[in-house]
């Protein structure tokens, strides 16, 4: 990345576009708190990601969704929404009970909470991965190509549902693409060229 500078706020649906290796997976690692910059900070709500600190940065703040959906395989998908709640200490009834609201609240509350993820169809891993990423309360989801292993018909449900979390519930989305179509529904798109911040479409 270079000279990237750029801004993110609540209520906003974001999509960053461009060529494979121009930086945006890079950029949205660096929001993750995966990665260090050599130079420049990251501000989240007023405060350096070294004053936060990284792990408490991704327990907290931010929560990411992955192509490959990245769900536990040998834990069934009410084990996979509770894991993030468990590694924060919520009592084990009280996060099975929101585990199952949050499978609900993706379109899986009619689905058995006991199947693994294997069992289900990627359209529908991708919901559980959605909502095991808000079992973390944290506000600010950001999405590496979530439609990627999808096709038409569940990508548009699994962007309907990250909309739905902007609007209804002031989420902050950012999600990474080369879907242009998906791009086009963002209320901001960044166009990564080179390392580069290009466009501000």
């Known amino acids: 990345l270079k000279n990237v500078s750029c801004t993110f706020e609540a209520g906003k649906f974001y999509a960053i576009i461009g060529q494979s290796g121009s930086g945006k997976t890079t950029l949205l690692s660096m929001l993750a708190g995966l990665g260090t910059p050599s130079e420049g900070e990251i501000i989240v709500n007023g405060k350096t990601l070294k004053e936060i600190g990284s792990e408490r ?6 929560t990411v ?3 490959s959906f990245n769900l536990l395989p040998t834990l069934n998908i009410l084990e996979n929404v509770m894991y993030p709640m468990q590694i924060s200490k ?3 009834k009280e996060a099975k009970i929101k585990a199952k609201e949050l499978l609900s609240s993706v379109g899986l509350g009619d689905v058995d909470p006991r199947k693994l993820p294997a069992m289900l169809s990627g359209g529908q891993q ?3 991965a959605i909502a095991r990423a808000l079992a973390s309360d944290a506000k600010v989801i950001l999405a590496d190509e979530p439609t990627g292993n999808l096709d038409t018909e569940n990508g548009k449900v699994v962007i309907d549902l990250l909309k739905k979390l902007v609007k209804d519930e002031n ?17 901001v798109v960044y166009k990564m060229q080179d390392g580069r911040l290009a466009v501000e479409c």
């Open 57 to 62: 940065h991704r327990r907290e703040n931010v």
């Open 126 to 128: 991708q919901r559980v």
């Open 90 to 92: 919520k009592p084990t």
């Open 65 to 67: 969704i992955y192509q």
């Open 171 to 187: 989420y902050c989305v950012i999600v990474v693409t080369h879907d242009l179509g998906i791009a086009a529904q963002a209320d």
